[in-house]
């Protein structure tokens, strides 16, 4: 291969690694964490009972129409989520007022039909979001900083395996203490063992934004202008066809004939989410859609009925085209929904792995330039890119456990309560990135990893004081998301631990 072509690439991926590895690393951290975002949930709200699921529909609904029927009988809108698998572990109503009212939701238990009272918190989808939507940012600007950073790290997957052409021999090699040697050893082996993981994710999270930040190629199949534009988002994401209210009251079928109805065109066994457009109005529409956990296609079988008669109004299949599968098998493997418990284990240290690529890139990146420039005056802005990947690659996850902290010890009826935990973790954050800065780096990051360690070390003690399910008592209630969580910190202090101790014996040599 020509050399000069492979400088260029490997200018091209040092490059975009450093602009944009900030960016990478907090969206791997936040999005492996979404992985696990509906057990976070569960460790967020202690009040929670253990999941309730079910295995048939019919009386699950029942109790979702009596409550909808009593707070919002005139909304404009129902959304019901049945309690089916790991993802959607309670039954969960969402009702939109008519006007301009907010959205609401409640989380029902099946047995009482009644609201759960738990406390205020955005919990694991807050971070799961985050990996998207970057908090604080407005809308348009996170698509545009997310699209360009998944673009990006696909040149850099790409170029990376053109720079490194014994990329597989350079997997069995790390040679110790080598200083920037070791960094690129570390990098190559995180990067080849998760190399089709990596390929994937990028991959499939550009056919997430493409149709946000591409409007072209709606324009390509559909034609220019809004109305095309929302014909495309209407067929490709709406399940149900607009429905106006009437104004006219009147009452739909009963839960039992609706079922009866659906039944030779769906098993109910298979419907997970329930949406009714202009419930108890004369328009009134019912979907009935099956899970898009069912399979690696994340696309649901939706079937529309007349909410008063019955009559068969749409019925969409799974897959449409064979463009629309081939996006949703992407959609799909991306957020792993349909993962059971060991290949979810396998998506979270992939991702684990992948933000320890983009960690030791960040190093390697200043350790190289260290080298290059030992013989000529320091440059101040190395210490100052140094400072902010200790301060993102250590103070973010230490942050992360004063947001965990916070769920447990903020007032259970505070005003505001998940906003205040949400804006606790960036404090936090900043507060870590002010001692990176304030430190050189082997102190950086002795007290960053000894802070982050000795936080994640008590959680499993708060937790067990303020709430009556916890690790310590794991075989009376056999809740073993709540006991997994409060391992998974035990863990996470044991790794910063040992960096703690690694950094400290730094001083001897």
């Known amino acids: 291969m020509n050399m000069s072509f492979r400088a260029r690439m490997s200018t091209l991926h040092t490059w975009t690694g450093l602009l944009l590895g900030w960016v990478l690393y907090f969206m791997f951290v936040t999005g492996t964490l979404g ?269 529309t009925l007349n909410a008063h008669t019955g009559e068969l109004v749409m019925h969409r299949s799974q897959i449409d085209t064979t463009a629309r599968g081939f996006r949703d098998v992407m959609l799909g493997l991306h957020e792993g929904l349909y993962a059971g418990p060991l290949l979810r284990l396998l998506y979270v240290v992939s991702g684990l792995m992948g933000c320890a690529m983009v960690a030791t890139g960040l190093f390697y990146w200043v350790k190289s330039r260290k080298k290059k420039e030992k013989k000529l005056a320091p440059r101040k802005d190395l210490r100052w890119v140094q400072a902010i990947n200790i301060g993102v690659v250590l103070g973010f996850p230490v942050a992360l456990s004063i947001y965990f902290w916070a769920n447990r010890l903020l007032p259970v009826a505070q005003a505001n309560r998940s906003d205040t935990e949400v804006a606790l973790l960036f404090a936090a954050w900043l507060v870590t990135l002010l001692i990176a800065m304030a430190l050189n780096t082997r102190k950086a990051v002795l007290c960053l990893a000894a802070l982050g360690g000795l936080l994640y070390s008590l959680l499993p003690v708060v937790s067990a004081s303020t709430a009556p399910r916890h690790l310590f008592n794991v075989q009376s209630h056999q809740d073993w998301v709540l006991a997994g969580f409060d391992l998974a910190a035990l863990f996470t202090a044991l790794v910063l631990g040992g960096l703690a101790w690694c950094a400290a014996r730094r001083k001897e040599h």
């Open 35 to 303: 992985y696990l975002d509906t057990e976070i949930d569960r460790w967020m709200m202690p009040e929670l009972p253990r999941a309730q699921l079910v295995t048939t529909p019919e009386k699950t609904l029942q109790t979702a129409f009596n409550y909808l029927n009593t707070v919002a009988p005139e909304a404009s809108n129902w959304l019901i989520q049945l309690p089916k698998n790991r993802n959607q572990p309670y039954l969960q109503v969402h009702w939109k007022p008519q006007g301009e009212g907010a959205r609401q939701s409640e989380l029902l238990d099946v047995n009482t039909g009644q609201p759960f009272a738990t406390r205020e918190t955005k919990g694991g989808q807050l971070l799961y979001q985050m990996h998207w939507k970057l908090h604080y940012l407005p809308r348009v600007a996170s698509d545009w900083i997310i699209t360009l950073a998944t673009m990006f790290m696909l040149v850099a997957i790409v170029s990376g395996v053109i720079v490194h052409k014994k990329i597989f021999t350079e997997f069995f090699t790390f040679r110790a203490r080598k200083g920037a040697r070791s960094w690129l050893d570390m990098h190559n082996l995180m990067s080849v063992t998760t190399l089709p993981f990596q390929i994937m994710i990028t991959y499939s999270g550009l056919v997430f934004m493409m149709f946000v930040c591409f409007p072209w190629i709606i324009s390509a199949f559909y034609g220019p202008g809004e109305q095309n534009k929302q014909q495309f988002f209407h067929d490709v994401f709406v399940s149900l066809p607009d429905t106006a209210p009437t104004g006219v009251p009147a009452d739909m079928l009963t839960v039992p004939a609706l079922l009866e109805k659906v039944s030779p065109l769906m098993p109910t066994g298979r419907i997970s989410l329930v949406e009714v457009e202009a419930p108890n109005d004369e328009a009134a529409r019912i979907a009935f859609n099956s899970g898009v956990a069912e399979s690696l296609l994340r696309s649901a079988e939706i079937i």
